[in-house]
Each structure stands twice: as structure tokens, then as C-alpha cells.
């Protein structure tokens, strides 16, 4: 680091002594300094990254997605593929059936509107996916790393807090100078001062190990969203537009005396199962990018508080 004598490493009350404060206050006084401002680097990039983990987790608008997987889960079930039974098995494009088939083909043009604006949609949500997945996966290693040198910043001061502590406990019995004695002071002091300094460092570790957790979540459930949007959603669309409009065009050609609608029906079925899915997943994903906005916003509390 450029600064290593006012980074966050701690080092040992031996070299904390050799250091010489650039400023004109006494040495204890800087010393005491240095415990209250430990990791205050890795505090203050902590505080730079949570800015980054809430542009890349939470400032994403799907709303248009969802309102166009809502809008096609909606109209599916519409289409009432009894209208193709007049009697017996599949009916015959004849007389009454003809205009039941009409009316099927309606119905399936209407859902076959709304097949383009959902596929846009997820097209763009796999683009912006696929330019800022590479950004976020980095910021959340770096949140994992900081997180990790604050850890060895609490065990290290939790060391020389140790050491402290033990060398107190020996000058306690000795009678000193009023010099020594104010010396044993100013250390008792600086021990409190690093006490809370450390609680302080513990709570903003919890607190980034939770916002990295809940975002590594939150990325992993938005690209296995767009993965099934990709796949699944892709291929259902495809299979649906490859059936179901010459299916209507059947069902309304009086020269049409059988309709195959198995494999139709099969496909439609496979596009509203999909659609189910979907909107679940997506739902998933509001919860987890929920989890993940409290957690930044509790990081942003300690982290202020440090």
C-alpha cells in the first residue's frame, strides 16, 4: 500500500512505537490514533463497492418483463381448443365448425401478439445480463476480499490488544515515576479505544459477508433467469409460433378435413408450464434483490459508523 504506516495493518505495539507522527501531537496521542483508525482503508473501499453492489443488484428495472410474462400467462389459457370438437374425436372443418374454427384462430392471433413484445424482453435482459455480469461478479470479489483483510485486521488487533493487556497487568504491580504512571494510562486508554474499534471492524465484517452472500445470490438467480429465458422461453415460443398458427389456418380452411391437434395442444401446454416458471423465478429474484437491499443498506450503517 502506499501509506503503510497509516494503513489498516495494525502491526505490533513495538513498531507502532518507532513510527514517528508526522504532526505535532504526542506520540501517545498518535498511537491511540492509529487504534481508533484501523482498517480505515478497507472501510473506506468497503464504502466505494456498496455503491457498486447496489448499481449492479438493485438498480435494474425488469417490471417489463414481468408485466409481459403476466400479460402472455394471462391470455394463454384463453384459447379454448374445444372450439375443434363438433362430435365424435377432432372435429372436421365443416359447416357449424368452421365458424368455431374462425373464432379459434382469433383467439390464437391475439395471443400471437403478444409473443414479439416478450421475446424483446427477454432479448434485453440477456444483453444487459451479458455486458454487466463480468462488472458485478468483480465487485463482489473485491466486497469478499476486503471483507477478508478486515478479518485479519480484527485477529491482529485482537493480538496486540492481548499483548497489551499482559504488559499492563505487569506494570500494575511496580511503582512508577508520575511519567510511568501516565504512560500506563494513556495505554489502558488506547486499550478501550481499540476494544470498541475492533467491535466496530467485527460489525462491518458481518455486515459485508452478508451483502456479499446475499449478492452472489442475487447474481446467481438472475443469470439462471436469463438462462431459461435463453432456453426454455426461446424454444417454447418457437415450438408455440410453429404450430399453433397453422393450426388456426386449419381449423378455418373448409377443405380441411382433419386437424392435428395434438401437437399443438402439446406445445401450448409446454409454453404455459414454462410461463409458470418464469414468473416464479422472477418472483425468486425480487425476494433474493429484497434480501440484498437490506443487507447494503445495513453495510451502509456500519460503515458509516466506522
Same mark, same amino acid.
Given at each position: 500500500?502506499?501509506? !503503510?504506516?497509516?494503513?489498516?495493518?495494525?502491526m505490533?505495539p513495538?513498531?507502532?512505537a518507532?513510527? #514517528? !507522527?508526522?504532526s505535532?501531537?504526542?506520540p /501517545?496521542a498518535?498511537?491511540?490514533?492509529?487504534?481508533?483508525?484501523?482498517?480505515?482503508?478497507?472501510? +473506506?473501499?468497503?464504502?466505494?463497492?456498496?455503491?457498486?453492489? %447496489?448499481?449492479? $443488484?438493485?438498480?435494474?428495472?425488469?417490471s417489463?418483463?414481468?408485466?409481459?410474462?403476466?400479460?402472455?400467462?394471462?391470455?394463454?389459457?384463453?384459447?379454448?381448443?374445444g372450439?375443434?370438437?363438433?362430435?365424435?374425436?377432432?372435429?372436421?372443418? =365443416? $359447416?357449424?365448425?368452421?365458424?368455431?374454427?374462425?373464432?379459434?384462430?382469433? #383467439?390464437?392471433s391475439?395471443?400471437g401478439?403478444?409473443l414479439? !413484445?416478450?421475446?424483446a424482453?427477454?432479448?434485453?435482459?440477456?444483453?444487459?445480463?451479458?455486458?454487466?455480469? &463480468?462488472?458485478?461478479?468483480? =465487485?463482489?470479489?473485491?466486497?469478499?476480499?476486503?471483507?477478508?483483510?478486515?478479518?485479519?485486521?480484527?485477529?491482529?488487533?485482537?493480538?496486540?490488544?492481548?499483548?497489551?493487556?499482559n504488559?499492563?497487568?505487569v #506494570?500494575? $504491580?511496580a511503582t512508577d515515576?508520575?511519567?510511568?504512571?501516565q504512560?500506563?494510562?494513556?495505554? %489502558?486508554?488506547?486499550?478501550?479505544?481499540?476494544?470498541?474499534?475492533?467491535?466496530?471492524?467485527?460489525?462491518?465484517?458481518?455486515?459485508?459477508?452478508?451483502?456479499?452472500?446475499?449478492g452472489?445470490n442475487?447474481?446467481?438467480?438472475?443469470?439462471?433467469?436469463?438462462?431459461m429465458?435463453?432456453?426454455?422461453?426461446?424454444?417454447?415460443?418457437?415450438?408455440?409460433?410453429g404450430?399453433?398458427?397453422?393450426?388456426?389456418?386449419?381449423?378455418?380452411?373448409?377443405?380441411?378435413r382433419?386437424? &392435428?391437434?395434438?401437437?399443438?395442444?402439446?406445445?401450448?401446454?409446454d409454453?404455459?408450464?414454462?410461463?409458470?416458471?418464469?414468473?416464479?423465478?422472477c418472483?425468486?429474484l +425480487?425476494?433474493q434483490?429484497?434480501?440484498?437491499a437490506? &443487507?447494503? /443498506? /445495513?453495510?451502509?450503517?456500519?460503515?458509516?459508523?466506522?
Open positions: 500500500m502506499a501509506e !503503510p504506516d497509516r494503513t489498516a495493518s495494525l505490533t513495538s513498531k507502532l518507532q513510527i #514517528q !507522527p508526522k505535532a501531537v504526542s /501517545a498518535w498511537l491511540s490514533q492509529m487504534a481508533a483508525d484501523a482498517g480505515h482503508l478497507h472501510v +473506506r473501499r468497503l464504502l466505494e463497492l456498496r455503491e457498486e453492489v %447496489e448499481a449492479h $443488484g438493485l438498480q435494474r428495472d425488469d417489463a418483463l414481468a408485466r409481459e410474462l403476466g400479460r402472455l400467462a394471462e391470455a394463454l389459457p384463453r384459447l379454448d381448443f372450439l375443434l370438437r363438433e362430435r365424435g374425436w377432432w372435429a372436421r372443418a =365443416t $359447416g357449424k365448425s368452421r365458424s368455431a374454427g374462425a373464432l379459434f384462430a382469433a #383467439q390464437s391475439q395471443i401478439a403478444l414479439a !413484445p416478450l421475446a424482453q427477454a432479448q434485453l435482459m440477456e444483453t444487459k445480463q451479458r455486458e454487466e455480469a &463480468s462488472a458485478c461478479d468483480l =465487485t463482489l470479489l473485491e466486497v469478499e476480499v476486503e471483507y477478508h483483510a478486515v478479518d485479519k485486521i480484527i485477529d491482529q488487533g485482537a493480538r496486540w490488544l492481548h499483548d497489551m493487556r504488559q499492563l497487568k #506494570q500494575q $504491580g515515576d508520575p511519567a510511568a504512571a504512560r500506563r494510562k494513556d495505554d %489502558e486508554a488506547r486499550c478501550e479505544i481499540l476494544v470498541a474499534r475492533l467491535k466496530t471492524l467485527r460489525a462491518v465484517r458481518s455486515a459485508a459477508q452478508r451483502t456479499h452472500g446475499e452472489a442475487a447474481a446467481a438467480r438472475r443469470a439462471s433467469l436469463v438462462k429465458l435463453r432456453q426454455s422461453l426461446a424454444s417454447g415460443l418457437k415450438d408455440w409460433q404450430r399453433l398458427p397453422a393450426l388456426a389456418a386449419a381449423a378455418t380452411d373448409a377443405g380441411s382433419e386437424l &392435428s391437434v395434438d401437437g399443438a395442444m402439446e406445445a401450448h401446454r409454453l404455459q408450464l414454462c410461463l409458470k416458471q418464469l414468473i416464479a423465478d418472483d425468486q +425480487r425476494t434483490e429484497a434480501a440484498l437490506q &443487507s447494503v /443498506a /445495513a453495510l451502509g450503517s456500519e460503515l458509516a459508523a466506522a
